[in-house]
């Protein structure tokens, strides 16, 4: 990766005085910000890129609006 030679003055300083590499410095960054955007999607999203959100084929295109399918709901 290539910084601007400010940035990597500023890393190589805080390598020395964490006792650290600059590799680690930079990793645990680029962890944080991932974390940081997981943390920003949604259930339904999640849901969503996991494929466990869409039609089933052979069923009612709308389950929750449809009014034969609540027949009965509510009743003891």
Excluded: C, W
Aim: no cysteine; charged share 35%.
């Amino acid at each position: 990766m290539r910084f601007p030679a400010e940035l990597r003055r500023r890393l190589k300083d805080a390598a020395l005085r964490n006792g650290t590499r600059d590799s680690e410095i930079v990793r645990n960054a680029v962890e944080r910000q991932f974390a940081a955007a997981d943390a920003e999607i949604t259930a339904y999203e999640r849901a969503k890129r996991a494929g466990l959100i869409g039609a089933v084929k052979g069923l009612s295109r709308d389950l929750s609006m449809n009014p034969k399918h609540f027949d009965g709901f509510g009743s003891s």
